[in-house]
């Protein structure tokens, strides 16, 4: 599904989050409940910054790791460039695999700030357990989380 963040969200390890408030295309809004998924992954993504591409490549290609979690991938381009980006990866047929476009006016760091690519992780409670500024390998990355999940 392709969304636009409606609500501010502000994130830092102190505070979990129940869910997230976006509008899709069709304008319907939609609480995406952290809750939902073991783990909730946030990648922010720019398809013109190659090492985001590669990243989001390697995701796709791994994707079978990520099965069991919730994705957003965040993004300050434009719902046309987004909807071409989610064609030409097919992502619409990933079930867990959302685009989101950021609100510039409406989203609340560290999303906005947050360089290309960035990647936040958050457990079943909303909290954040795991975030990261550049290129994130896959299995690195479930390494990770894994190693959070287990000194917890």
């Known amino acids: 599904m392709l969304f636009s963040i409606t609500r501010k969200l502000n994130v830092n ?8 408030t976006v509008l899709s295309l069709d304008s319907i809004e939609h609480k995406i409940d952290f809750k939902s998924a073991d783990t909730t992954l946030v990648f922010v993504f720019n398809s013109e910054c190659d090492i985001c591409v590669i990243e989001l490549e390697e995701l796709l290609i791994d994707y079978h790791l990520f099965e069991s979690f919730r994705i957003f991938v965040l993004s300050r381009q ?49 909290k954040l357990i795991h975030s990261k500024k550049g290129y994130s390998k896959p299995e690195v990355l479930i390494q990770q989380i894994r190693k959070k999940d287990d000194n917890r």
Do not use: A, H, M, R
Not at 13 to 20: A, G, M, R, S
């Open 78 to 126: 434009s719902i046309k460039e987004l909807f071409e980006l989610g064609t030409y990866y097919d992502i619409w047929n990933y079930s867990n695999l959302n685009i989101i476009k950021i609100d510039e006016g409406k989203t609340e760091e560290p999303f906005v700030s947050s360089p290309n690519p960035s990647v936040f992780v958050f457990d079943t409670n909303g």
């Open 13 to 20: 390890t102190k505070q979990n989050f129940e869910y997230l």
